[in-house]
């Protein structure tokens, strides 16, 4: 391992030991950065392997048909993507203007005995399981949605067919609010670390130029932490994607394709669950397999979506400034 | 240093094996059945401590899969096999039926007393979307004298694949052609209408939280849960209330199960078996007893497990039956 060379000369002894041991940490840290790579490797082959009999069977076509029928074994994933992509997006909606606000407020105006009072309560709320949320979906959300919220966005809102059929309760919204509030804790807690990290002197020089204290947060502080509030939103919305038990208790479970927010849906990580145990046919369990690879290949397509979202936007602050 | 590894490892595999030459057989398979197996598998290792049963209730399916792939030395389905599904495996399995389990209709209808009564064909007509209304003539005739809403049905299903969903599916593709043409029965199947919720407690609670809601659910999990639960016709054109000794009397009653034990009963109450799946061959002299000897004490002392649980009892007829089968496991 040491180089006998470095050895033999008096004096460097030490110094060789010590980048002996620098080699040692690169190497192990090394491993375990691959190991990395390895499982996530591992992963796509294994989803490859298992899913090979659908991709044969159903090819391209398995992405754009809406039909999901185990008794004769054809399998489409469409409405399931939808259903992902809808309720993550609706998340995203609620959640975004919520959690930075909030992050803003705990940053940069609140006192700092609440701040730091509410950023617990925050981080507390980042550790219930996803489970829990469920349970309060389905025992006051849902009950809310179908006597309360859906009937009042039929009745002003009804002309949209985003907001028309019968008012169940479970639905795409009721799950889109549900990961809302699941997402909003991440992106506050995130948001308010991004923000806690602008310099003192860019707040004291917007308000030296005769800012007001809005001013200065809104147009200095905000766009200064912008990566960190970016890379807060993704973190929620890759929770929203992959987010399960809560999901498959709200959305309906119902593998269609619905304009109406108000209609019941589903997405793709609620059906691997409920579905995958009692998933008798190889196709079945293959066609299963595919989702979940297609979820993977959602969220590495959304993910690079957000890399190149935040590159531009970089640019574009630095040609700015 | 050597020498407490090597104690820690004699004392490990103690652990793991149990008794020193205990027979250990490991199974996978149903969920709706698992509470019962596991205190067979108890029961009998109190009273045969030499054999240990292990029982993962991993799902119909995974059962199958673990049986086709090996893994186990039995399997556990809340559906037979398919001929396509037997054909994959290198030797044939023999089902077992265990216990019973039945599927009984729930709804939320204020305003209604007394159990509803439905015919297999309204059912199947209402799960298909085309009885929307309560005060349908098909439901009203069904039921004379009383006084149905004009609410809208809301159908409520299973979203997690289930032997609950099949033997619902299977019952009523057996009293609609178009049930049977349309939609089929498996563990999980498209849905012409309606809503899932996840497990029986998923489907209760849309029945229980929607006016005008209708649904399935296990009939142990309405007994437990005192859900109001309907009356349904019979082959013979008699209504039946279901439970335990109703679930029995059908299936004593039904013609329709195969000499190989695969297939249902097409009697009300809405029931099924469930099966264990045993390979026909057993190489291994010792386990091949310890399996048929569990069948015989499971086929006598444990039925009485049964209603306790609330599973309903097998008939004697096909105890009789089965216990002929025992020695075709070579």
């Known amino acids: ?109 609140a006192a700092p005995r609440l701040s730091s009072i509410l ?46 059929g019968p008012a169940y ?53 905000v766009p200064f932490a912008r990566l960190g509030i970016l890379g807060s939103v993704f ?30 849906g589903y997405t793709i990580a609620a059906v691997i669950a ?9 196709m079945y369990r293959s066609a299963l397999v595919e989702l979940g690879m297609v979820l993977f290949l959602l969220t590495i397509v959304i993910n690079g979506l957000a890399r190149i979202l935040i590159v531009v936007t970089t640019k574009k602050g630095s040609a700015r400034a | 240093m050597k020498t407490i590894i090597s104690a820690g490892i004699v004392a490990l595999s103690a652990l793991c094996a149990g008794p020193a030459f205990g027979q250990n057989l490991n199974g996978a398979g149903a969920t709706f059945p698992a509470p019962i197996y596991q205190k067979w598998f108890q029961e ?22 673990a049986m086709t792939e090996g893994t186990v030395d039995f399997g556990a389905s809340d559906m037979p096999m398919t001929d396509e599904q037997i054909g994959k495996l290198k030797v044939r399995p023999l089902h077992f039926p265990t216990v019973l389990g039945a599927d009984v209709i729930t709804y939320n209808l204020p305003g209604v007393s007394g159990a509803l009564k439905f015919s297999g064909d309204t059912i199947a007509n209402i799960f298909l979307g085309k009885i929307a209304k309560w005060n349908d003539p098909k439901i009203a005739a069904d039921n004379p004298g009383v006084k149905l809403p004009s609410t809208d049905i809301v159908v409520a299903h299973r979203s997690d694949g289930s032997g609950t969903t099949f033997v619902f599916c299977d019952y009523l593709s057996k009293v609609s052609p178009e049930w049977k043409s349309k939609v089929g029965a498996s563990t999980s199947v498209t849905w012409p209408v309606g809503l899932g919720g996840a497990k029986n407690d998923g489907v209760a609670g849309i029945v229980k939280q929607t006016e005008g809601a209708i649904g399935y659910v296990e009939l142990v999990f309405a007994v437990q849960n005192k859900m109001a639960f309907a009356d349904v016709k019979n082959a013979a054109g008699k209504f ?24 249902s009963i097409t009697n009300a109450p809405i029931s099924s078996y469930t099966w264990l799946l045993i390979p026909s061959q057993i190489q291994d002299a010792a386990k ?20 306790p649980l609330s599973y309903a009892p097998l008939p004697a007829a096909v105890v009789a039956k089965e216990k002929q089968q025992i020695a075709a496991i070579k």
């Not at chain 1, 509030?181 to 917007?206: D, N």
């Not at chain 1, 929770?239 to 209609?263: D, F, K, Q, W, Y």
């Open chain 1, 1 to 109: 391992m040491g180089t006998p060379a470095a050895a033999i000369r008096p004096g460097s002894k030490s110094v060789s030991r010590l980048s002996g041991g620098d080699e040692l940490a690169r190497a192990v840290t090394m491993l375990f950065a691959l190991a990395v790579l390895a499982v996530a490797a591992l992963l796509i082959f294994e989803l490859w392997i298992h899913s090979s009999p659908a991709k044969e069977k159903f090819g391209l076509g398995f992405l754009s048909s809406t039909l999901w029928n185990p008794v004769t074994n054809e399998f489409g994933a469409l409405p399931f993507i939808y259903g992902t992509v809808v309720t993550s997006v609706l998340a995203l909606l609620i959640a975004v203007p919520l959690g930075v606000g909030a992050a803003i407020y705990l940053s940069e105006l």
């Open chain 1, 119 to 164: 950023t617990f309560l925050v981080e507390l709320l980042a550790a219930v399981p996803s489970v829990i949320f469920g349970l309060l979906a389905i025992f006051t959300l849902v009950p809310l949605m179908r006597g309360y919220i859906e009937p009042a966005l039929k009745k002003t809102l009804g002309f949209l067919p985003l907001f028309t």
């Open chain 1, 169 to 221: 309760g479970v639905s795409y919204l009721a799950a889109g609010v549900i990961l809302a509030v699941m997402t909003f804790p991440f992106i506050i807690s995130v948001s308010r670390e991004a923000l806690l990290t602008v310099p003192r002197e860019q707040r004291e020089a917007a308000l030296a130029l005769g800012a007001t204290k809005w001013e200065s947060t809104w147009q200095v502080v």
């Open chain 1, 235 to 264: 973190l929620g919305l890759a929770r929203a994607l992959g987010e399960t038990m809560a999901v498959t208790m709200v959305i309906g479970n119902n593998p269609g394709i619905h304009a109406s927010l108000l209609a019941p």
């Open chain 1, 274 to 282: 409920n579905e995958f145990a009692e998933a008798t046919s190889d």
């Open chain 2, 44 to 65: 009998y290792k109190t009273a045969h401590s030499s054999v240990q049963i292990n029982y993962q209730p991993i799902g119909s399916g995974g059962g199958i899969s």
């Open chain 2, 240 to 263: 039946v209330t279901p439970s335990f000794a109703s679930v029995t009397a059908a299936a004593q009653a039904s013609k329709d199960l195969a000499a190989d034990f695969r297939g």
């Open chain 2, 288 to 307: 091949k007893k310890a399996i048929t000897d569990f069948l015989g004490w499971m086929l006598t002392t444990g039925q009485k497990d049964a209603e």
